[in-house]
């Protein structure tokens, strides 16, 4: 009876001992090395618990390696797709900036244009320059009539007809709102 524990015992060190090794080293390739049952029961065939315990401990390997391999292969897929997500949210970026860019540039001409046009109707007759603006939309003639000088859009105000007058002074209001 005390051999049969004295031989439990030293398997039971020696599958621990090769557990504790192969933690101890780190690799895989070595932990399965060490894990094989058939190296960690050498002289140790006849007890039924060791041979059960180094196939538990063996099982328990295999399962670790096939969670860390997952683990690795989910872990390389994140990368990838933080790495897609990185180059779309770059390219996102650069089409918002090309987009304001490209608004502000359209703004600029079109108040460059509008400058143009109120020194054109700045310099023309007040009854001449109401005669075109009445056949302009409402919201369009109210910026140029904003923007002239005050004398030239008080004279141009007054040679429209007052009905025409009544419907660009609210645009006239909106217009000011919206530059400042």
């Known amino acids: 009876m005390r051999r049969y524990l004295q ?3 030293g398997c039971v060190a020696v599958v ?3 557990g504790s090794a192969a933690a101890f080293l780190g690799t895989s390739d070595k932990l399965q090395a060490l ?6 029961l050498a002289g140790c065939q006849d007890i039924p618990e060791t041979v059960a315990l180094a196939q538990t401990l063996n099982d328990r390997t295999l399962r670790l390696e096939t969670y860390k391999q997952e683990l690795d292969r989910r872990k390389n897929e994140l990368s990838a797709a933080q790495a897609e997500l990185t180059r779309k949210l770059e390219e996102l970026r650069k089409l918002k ?3 304001s860019d490209h608004r502000i540039a359209n703004d ?9 046009l109120i ?3 700045d ?3 007040p009854d001449q320059a109401a005669t075109i603006l009445a056949n302009l939309p409402p919201d369009f003639a109210a910026q140029i009539l904003v923007r002239v000088q005050p004398e030239t859009g008080a004279r141009i105000m007054g040679a429209f007809p007052p009905d025409q007058a009544a419907i660009m002074t609210p645009y006239m209001g909106l217009g000011r709102s919206a530059r400042n």
């Open 35 to 40: 894990a094989a049952p058939a190296e960690l």
């Open 97 to 99: 900036q090309q987009t």
């Open 7 to 9: 031989q439990v015992q």
């Open 123 to 125: 310099q023309m007759k």
């Open 108 to 116: 600029q001409r079109r108040d460059d244009d509008i400058s143009g």
């Open 119 to 121: 020194a054109i109707y």
């Open 16 to 18: 621990v001992a090769a």
